[in-house]
């Protein structure tokens, strides 16, 4: 490593001089327009982005949650059509957000049912960072056809995640849940030939995006479908297809993991809680640890990646941001990365008392503040970004791709309070790691990357520009133990696509399922619910359903005025009782005293347990520590550490 280290300083001090001079004469030239065949108009430079309004303090449009709730009853009893919610405002008022006590605020009075307020973030210039970063949007999302829903409709972006809810059946009956599964006296459950529609309508409109396709549910698993569906999304072209599941199936069933990844499936987007039975016993299933443990190895050995999911509740299991982070960092050739999920009082939680709400919330600055508490070796100001930043990068992928490529790169253009990412680097070998701002000026890249999509070079020059930027902001010094720059350039050049020269690192790829360094990418997804609720958040939603009324934000979908309600109610298959009749019921685990069955005779689990609440170096030789038993914890066999 050390006869590495010279040479990587000085490409490191040479991109360094070389970068100035070369865009001394590169900004003196205008480029001609860059227009992919799949965009509606030529991809619009920094200058020319727009950006919703940003700032503290400011005024937006929400909802009182009392009104939404009576005016969704009265189009559900059929009182009033659905078209209200499309040619009027029911429900809306204005808000404040506002800086308040050392709090970022939201506060909003309606005339009949009085002031709401509730907090955005617990620190201010946390939130103040994140809207600073922002670089702007960049196509308007075609309204006519698929975001036809009043106020609520999807105005901006191209999105990244489009789900498809396959059924509202469950195996569990958890709170917190959205669509409070299991509860709603009916059934709506989609045929094949619906999923294909709505796959056929996302991709016939400009731009075309390259989107990560989700089933979820419910339960996606349990729906007779769900192989069938994953194989049309891979056949209509999408390279990403992922399933949001509880895992109990694949910890159940081996094989079915296999045919799922036969299938074309390549992330399982797994709920998970905790690293103990203790952080997962509010899911009321005894054993829910163990499943997951499970399942993420069924899940490894089929190749298909996996995310742990963690819905993250105020005094619940916020203790468990660092034990999660760390079971992922010391399991990360089996975890490819962490998506936490704030929780969002909506679904199963709509009717929540205040008190229990302002006990219970937790926002994106808790998330950064308790990462940095519990590791020691985080900050929250130097390495937490808005999803949206990453755009920045996928415009320079689009040039790469170049104007003849048929699909625009997956780009996240959400609003910057909606979610925010951080990456890890970690040997898969060693388990030593860094935070990746910690060796790389990420700002300083996400400047460049602006630069380059704004110039607007050929694929050579804008190769040797990457190339360039991600050298002259690396510090070699600072890097982990045994990273080497071609492993960077490697990491690098798979975010892009391969665009740099390799190739993309899909599950068929297998020189790159065996490259020894990960990018652990940490995210936080907060979703809106009836007391945080901003319009000008719902409008450039990047994760949208796709339902047999049009694509709908998340937010607007699952919270909002509550279009999940409508669309399921108008689009129902029959009553639970005559589905439970005609096709027989389903397991329901929902008995803390109650177990999931596990296969019996099969290898011991061989992840590594955290011990602790710290995030520590891996320590390869050390002497070997049994596992333990506590808290009522089932954990099989496993490497505590």
Known sequence: MNLWKPLEWTLVGGARLAWPA??????????????????????????ERSKPPLGFPRTTDSLCPVCVRETRASILSGEIPVQTLVNEKRGEIKAHILERDGKIIIEKTCPSHGTFVDTLAINPDFLKRLESLFPGRDFDAITEKLHNHGSSSIKHGRGSVLTIDLTNRCNMMCDPCFMDANQVGYVHELTLDEVKQLLDDAISVKPRRQMTIQFSGGEPTISPIFLDAIRYACEVGYFSVQAATNGIRFAQEPRFAHEARQAGMRIAYLQFDGVTEAANAHRKVGNLFDVKLRAIENLYAAGIDVCLVVTIVNTVNNHQVDPSVKFA????????????QPVSFTGRDEEISDEERHAKRYTLSHLAEDMKRQTGVTEPLRDWFPLSASSAISQVTDLLQGAGADWGSLNCGCHPDCGVGMGFMVSKKTKKWAPVSEFINIEAILHDAQTITDTARGKTLTVIQTALSLLRNYTPSKAPEGLRLTDLLRKFDKQTGGQLGGRLGACEDGDRKSDEWLLMFVAGM?????????????????????????????CAYNTGVGWRQIVENMYQNTTVAEWYREHGKHAVYANPKKLVPLPANVNPVSLHVPRDGRLVEWRPKREAVPARKEENCAYGSFTAS
């Open 526 to 554: 907060w979703f809106q619910d009836l007391w945080t609720y901003d319009f000008r958040r719902t409008e450039m939603c990047i994760i949208p359903y796709a339902t047999q009324m049009g694509e709908i934000s998340f």
């Open 329 to 340: 960092l010391e399991n990360c050739d089996k975890i490819s990365f962490v998506s936490f």
């Open 22 to 47: 070369f865009q001394a004469i590169n900004r003196r030239f205008e480029a001609k327009p860059f227009h992919p065949k799949w965009a509606p108009a030529p991809l619009p430079k920094s200058r």
